[in-house]
T-cell receptor, first 115, second 117 residues
Framework: GENVEQHPSTLSVQEGDSAVIKCTYS??????FPWYKQELGKGPQLIID?????GEKKDQRIAVTLNKTAKHFSLHITETQPEDSAVYFC??????????????FGKGTLLTVNP | GAVVSQHPSWVICKSGTSVKIECRSL??????MFWYRQFPKQSLMLMAT?????????EQGVEKDKFLINHASLTLSTLTVTSAHPEDSSFYIC?????????????FGEGSRLTVL
């Protein structure tokens, strides 16, 4: 089955700096890669996603890049703010577009943005 | 985006009792819902896939007789933890996909924290 590795497990940055979280996946058939932000005691919230036919996607301060050859994808947050502090999870699935599919999650990255 | 609601958000029960958690898609229909379990400071682990009108599909290592899943309608799936024990204490999260959208986005509920005394 799919295996997703995520690094780093913790990341501390100063407000205004950039943060980068990296993930690798094992199944070359995976075609959909979402990123979730989870605040304490809450469910995950999708912040950005990317499909295998795209190499990069950007939404304001958040961007995701995908390298299919190397099987890795990264989340980039620029101009970080204290409210960006949360746990971030990457995920991968090969069932995108079908009615059933399973997400395999990375282990998460605790991002702390210091004021 | 679509909204998935879970109830209760937290529950405390005595060991040996059963607890039911509801997951509802509020503004869309979901033939499939997913149940995850998350222990403190850990990732989400898929427990089972809930299919409307048919039996749930459980992941390896998840006891189907202990975690009963019912998906009786297109907007409601329930997870019942039977004969709960302290080791079942966890954060249970459901998710669903709006089939009207081809985006593949999964919408997650806010989670239900179970504490078994």
């Amino acid at each position: 089955g799919e295996n997703v590795e995520q690094h780093p497990s913790t990341l501390s940055v100063q407000e205004g700096d950039s943060a980068v979280i990296k993930c690798t996946y094992s199944d070359s058939a995976s075609n959909y890669f979402p990123w979730y932000k989870q605040e304490l005691g809450k469910g995950p919230q999708l912040i950005i996603d990317i499909r295998s036919n795209v190499g990069e996607k950007k939404d304001q301060r958040i961007a995701v890049t995908l390298n299919k050859t190397a099987k890795h994808f990264s989340l980039h947050i620029t101009e970080t703010q204290p409210e960006d502090s949360a746990v971030y999870f990457c995920a991968a699935t090969k069932g995108s577009g079908g009615s059933n599919y399973k997400l395999t999650f990375g282990k998460g990255t605790l991002l702390t943005v210091n004021p | 985006g679509a909204v998935v609601s879970q109830h209760p958000s937290w529950v405390i029960c005595k060991s040996g009792t059963s607890v039911k958690i509801e997951c509802r898609s509020l503004d869309f229909q979901a033939t499939t819902m997913f149940w995850y379990r998350q222990f403190p400071k850990q990732s989400l682990m898929l427990m089972a896939t809930s299919n409307e009108g048919s039996k749930a599909t459980y992941e390896q290592g998840v006891e189907k007789d202990k975690f009963l899943i019912n998906h009786a309608s297109l907007t409601l799936s329930t997870l019942t933890v039977t004969s709960a024990h302290p080791e079942d204490s966890s954060f249970y999260i459901c998710s669903a996909r709006d089939l009207r959208q081809y985006t593949g986005e999964l919408f997650f509920g806010e989670g239900s924290r179970l504490t078994v005394l």
